[in-house]
């Protein structure tokens, strides 16, 4: 007689195994057009989230050791004084979290209304060598890369855009897949650079680009010079500039 399995021991079993089911990587289809700007708009609030955190815990921070000086005044003076500080103080914290989040929801809504993720198919399966990759889960699209050339790039000079992947789906490999693909696209089609933007606070993303060759640029995206910034996620959020020689890496 077989022995018996608890309902425990079998739902254990059944998610273990759908966490080993590989994702597949495609090029992106006509299809998944909504599903993309989903985890482009979710992807992005989630950011949003994270930098408002950063800047309202920074500027707590900076009120804390300000505080001294009214708190001293309102013992030689008069308590309005600190009372007038702390509503100040408060108004200010409202003020930029509502503009981080005013900022992010313009942004997004000029993504999807008119910019690259209104019509996908147009922006990065039309353009030669340009693309776009889906990661497909369980037949659901739970991440995505893009590869672009704008106008006013010199010829064979590509950017990295709209790496995102699901946050339940995170830690399982997904994005270097994605990153893999995009790099031998880049070969395949003899794509001279790969440059990209990300922000400082994003460690993982910044750790996870270097581990696949990706170094520091001196210039951003417009040319222009730029200063190699900390990478802290407790600093102020600055620009980050990566670029890939892909010239330099080995055929596929």
């Known amino acids: 007689m077989a022995p018996s399995i608890s309902r425990e021991k079998l739902a254990s079993l059944t998610e273990n195994n ?18 993309c700007q989903n985890i482009f708009k979710d992807g992005y609030q989630e950011f949003i989230k994270s930098i408002t955190v950063t800047y309202l815990s920074l500027l707590v921070r900076y009120i804390v050791m300000a505080a001294m000086f009214p708190i001293l005044a309102a013992v030689i003076w008069s308590a309005w004084i600190f009372a007038v500080f702390v509503v100040m103080a408060c108004m200010v ?3 930029i979290g509502i503009y981080l989040q005013l900022t992010g929801w313009l942004y997004i809504n000029h993504t999807l209304k008119s910019g690259d993720l209104k ?36 010829q064979g000079v ?40 990300t922000t400082s606070t994003v460690v993982p993303a910044i750790q996870l680009y270097m581990k ?8 951003g995206l417009n040319g222009k010079l730029t200063d190699v910034p900390v990478i802290n996620k407790r600093s102020l959020p600055q620009d980050i500039h990566l670029k890939l020689d892909i010239s330099s890496l080995a055929a596929p």
């Open 18 to 35: 759908a966490d080993r089911i590989l994702p597949i990587i495609r090029s992106f289809e006509r299809k998944d057009q909504s599903a």
């Open 212 to 219: 696949n060759g990706f170094t520091f640029s001196s210039a």
């Open 119 to 154: 019509d996908i198919e147009e922006s990065y399966m039309s353009i030669q060598q340009s693309h776009l990759w889906v990661a497909e889960l369980n037949g659901r699209v739970v991440g995505m890369v893009g590869l672009i050339h704008e106008e006013n790039f010199e």
């Open 93 to 95: 914290l409202a003020f």
């Open 158 to 197: 590509y950017e990295l855009k709209r790496m995102y992947v699901v946050p339940n789906c995170r830690k399982k490999g997904i994005a270097r897949n994605l990153i893999n693909e995009l790099i031998s696209h880049a070969k395949t089609n003899r794509i001279k650079l790969v440059i990209l933007k």
